[in-house]
């Protein structure tokens, strides 16, 4: 098997590929491929990061970002209350081997004063009466004839949501291609001591648990199971390509850990935010569209934010998200949108759009300080937009009971409208 090498934002690869085996690259979208000509293919890291193995050829895109950087996002975006120094991670410079050793070091020290059990709810075929009987299904299936009696009980045990997500978490580092000898050992030491445990079926959903005082000392290790079971492993066959490894789309990850941040920071400012709250641009209902974050005051659309997690670019912001902007303000009314890219060569820029009324706001947030830093800029950021919203004194005056207001809406092509609030 052949190994490529690529970094994000980083410059494509040359390198010698039969034609199916570039094709079948480009098919599974891992990283961008082109067809040079002459058994030659350029080949290019997109926004994801980590480790697939493609049609004989095993990729490994190492992220611009600092990998605990990385597991700081994405634990972020599940739980608020992540620090930075939650987690240990081994001094690599690949997502795979730091975040498989992360997880089998928290799972070790989660197990080691022996498996959490609980309390599962069975239904079983038994000769003697344990728990209830089901008298329906003993009636319907059985016709009434005594023995065997159908019955429903709590069992106390360790095949629970638990320790069935840390199973599932091991078998699947083990065919992640990258994982080190040393940990693949200690995955498989997890898995055999976790041998009682249902194993988790492939396309099936996964267990469903409730963080506690009694399972506390699991927390984190579950959380680690959670990120690398949930929506970022690579183990399917999209379409015709067969796929092994482990990617994390940043794109998604920035998306997911902004709107997060975005979402605590408006708590001190009152109203209520709505992640992908969707929307209509026509009149008919017929083009949707979905903003990442929208923040409500007083019921109404006060901001709209998109998060933009862009690879360098030479020439700045790309357009296309200039225009998607202009789209959700112009059907929200709002004469503010707010674009918030992961720092780039590009420095924040303001444009307003000729004959619209409205503004484009272009924040950049550096996901190069620290956890703490990068919660202070998204804060400001927050503070910003606010200062912004009410600055325009069209929101705080709508629903203002007791006296008639009248709330000029942004844009010349709509008309003031007077606004009687009920006493």
């Not at 991670?89 to 498996?115: K, N, T």
């Not at 067969?242 to 794109?251: E, K, N, S, T």
């Not at 009248?406 to 409208?417: D, I, K, S």
Request: charged share 25%; hydrophobic share 45%.
């Amino acid at each position: 098997m052949s190994h490529l090498r690529l970094t994000e934002g980083g410059a494509p690869v040359v390198m010698q590929l039969a034609d199916e085996v570039g094709e079948t690259l480009v098919r599974s979208q891992v990283a961008a491929a082109h067809r040079l000509g002459g058994g030659q293919w350029e080949v290019a890291a997109t926004s994801k990061v980590g480790v697939a193995a493609v049609a004989g050829v095993t990729i490994w895109i190492r992220p611009k970002v600092d990998i605990r950087r990385i597991l700081f996002l994405l634990g972020y975006a599940k739980n608020p209350g992540w620090r930075d120094d939650t987690v240990e991670l081994a001094p690599v410079a690949d997502l795979v081997p730091a975040l498989a050793q992360a997880f089998v070091d928290q799972a070790e020290r989660a197990i080691e004063r022996g498996l959490l059990q609980g309390y599962v709810e069975t239904n079983d075929s038994l000769t003697v009466l344990r728990g209830r009987l089901r008298e329906q299904d003993q009636l319907r299936q059985r016709f009434g004839i005594a023995l065997p009696l159908l019955v429903r009980f709590d069992d106390h045990t360790v095949d629970i949501a638990e320790n069935q997500l840390i199973r599932a978490a091991a078998e699947l580092l083990l065919r992640v291609p990258g994982v080190t000898a040393r940990t693949r050992g200690r995955l498989r030491g997890l898995r055999q001591v976790l041998a009682d445990v249902t194993p988790h079926v492939r396309g099936t959903p996964l267990p469903r648990w409730s963080p506690t005082r009694l399972n506390g000392r699991y927390h984190v290790a579950i959380w680690l199971a959670e990120l690398i079971l949930h929506g970022n492993a690579v183990d399917h066959a999209p379409g015709d390509v067969r796929l092994g490894g482990f990617l994390v789309d940043m794109a998604k990850v920035y998306e997911d850990f902004l709107t997060a941040a975005l979402v605590e920071a408006f708590r001190s400012h009152g109203g209520r935010c709505r992640a992908q709250d969707r929307h209509h641009l026509d009149v008919n209902d017929r083009i949707a569209m979905k903003p990442d974050l929208v923040w409500y005051l007083d019921g109404r659309p006060a901001a709209v934010i998109d998060a933009k997690y862009k690879a360098e670019k030479p020439a700045g912001f790309p357009d296309a998200d200039l225009y998607q902007m202009l789209a959700y303000c112009t059907a929200l009314e709002l004469p503010d949108g707010h674009l918030v890219y992961a720092k780039g060569n590009a420095a924040e820029v303001t444009h307003e759009v000729r004959h619209a009324g409205v503004t484009i706001h272009a924040h950049t947030v550096d996901l190069s300080r620290s956890p703490a830093d990068l919660l202070g800029q998204v804060a400001d950021l927050a503070g910003r937009i606010g200062a912004t919203t009410r600055s325009q004194g069209l929101v705080d005056s709508w629903f203002d009971p007791g006296k008639p207001s009248v709330a000029l809406t942004p844009g010349p092509w709509r008309q003031a409208r007077t606004r009687l609030a009920l006493l």
